[in-house]
């Protein structure tokens, strides 16, 4: 059974803080890695995408990856409370065109 | 502008009533799919296809069906609607076969079936 797993939350960071959200997934085959943003009623908005392990950053973004571990982590710099929103990570497991998506973590900064 | 777009946004219909949710994309991706999104369920895949006249199954696709006639549509079709297909819908898109899978998001249609 291929998962991909994340804690509901809600997290609640300061605004100027790190926040850092963290996905697992079960199964190796894996082989690429994205996070979506979704604000409430809105449609999920690709962020950040990987697909080696490492990090990879954007901006106030950055994405971390490690297939040793099946872990793949999503990192905002200077949370601003524009951030405040659901974020879904999602797995592409090798061979299938299929998205796999954990339910999100409901992200909330703090004024 | 590059964009999925779905219509109808919102849907009020009664049971049985069959009904057709479109969807259409401009950037000439080749996978196009659908999804549910239920609260605690998070988003789990309807339907998809890979291509013209290529579709299969995902993870709920029981009461839904689907057709790929043009490369750019992708309407979902609920024959006999039911209340527990009451939902947030979305269609996304992506190219295919390049080992990347970035899918783009329409902007949901809410179905609520009494």
């Known amino acids: 059974q291929k998962e991909v797993e994340q804690n509901s939350g809600p997290l609640s960071v300061p605004e100027g803080a790190i926040a850092s959200l963290n996905c697992t997934y079960s199964?190796?085959?894996?082989?690429?890695f994205f996070w979506y943003r979704q604000y409430s009623g809105k449609s999920p908005e690709l962020i950040m995408s990987?697909?080696?392990?490492g990090d990879k950053e954007d901006g106030r973004f950055t994405a971390q990856l490690n297939k040793a571990s099946q872990y793949v982590s999503l990192l905002i710099r200077d949370s601003q409370p524009s951030d405040s929103a659901t974020y879904l990570c999602a797995v592409n497991y090798r061979g299938n065109e299929k998205l796999t998506f954990g339910t999100g973590t409901r992200l909330t900064i703090i004024p | 502008e590059a964009q999925v777009t779905q219509n109808p946004r919102y849907l009020i219909t009664v049971t049985g009533k069959k009904l057709t949710v479109t969807c259409s994309q401009n950037?000439?991706?080749?996978?196009m799919s659908w999804y549910r999104q239920d609260p605690g369920l998070g988003l789990r895949q309807i339907y998809y296809?890979?291509?013209?006249?290529?579709?299969d199954k995902g993870d709920v696709p029981e009461g839904y069906k689907v057709s790929r006639k043009e490369k750019r549509n992708f309407p979902l079709i609920l024959e006999s609607p039911s209340p527990n297909q009451t939902s947030l819908y979305f269609c996304?898109?992506?190219?295919?076969?390049?080992?990347?899978?970035?899918?783009?998001f329409g902007p949901g249609t809410r179905l609520t079936v009494t």
């Open positions: 296809s890979m291509n013209v006249e290529v579709t």
């Open positions: 199964d190796r085959v894996s082989q690429s």
């Open positions: 996304a898109s992506s190219r295919a076969g390049q080992g990347h899978y970035e899918q783009y």
């Open positions: 950037m000439n991706h080749e996978y």
């Open positions: 990987i697909y080696s392990n």
